[in-house]
């Protein structure tokens, strides 16, 4: 395993094809080429359900930044 950047709870927002809408709560694990999200909170066996695209971890990226330097 690689080194994690950054994990917490994220919402994921989405529609479906039919117009309705729907968001769902997962947690996240950043590491430096993957960002991974779960149903639960894993255990030390991971089972990745769904990994991101790099854009999507360019902006995730960015909220973290904003983050730090809020704090």
Do not use: C
Not at 27 to 53: C, G, H, M, W
């Amino acid at each position: 395993m690689s080194k994690v950047i950054y994990e917490g709870w994220m919402v994921r927002y989405g529609r479906r094809k039919i117009g309705r809408s729907f968001i769902h709560r997962r947690y996240f694990v950043l590491e430096p080429r993957l960002l991974a999200y779960y149903k639960k909170k894993p255990q030390d066996n991971r089972v990745i359900t769904s990994s991101s695209s790099s854009s999507l971890l360019s902006e995730i990226f960015k909220v973290i930044e904003k983050k730090k330097e809020l704090t």
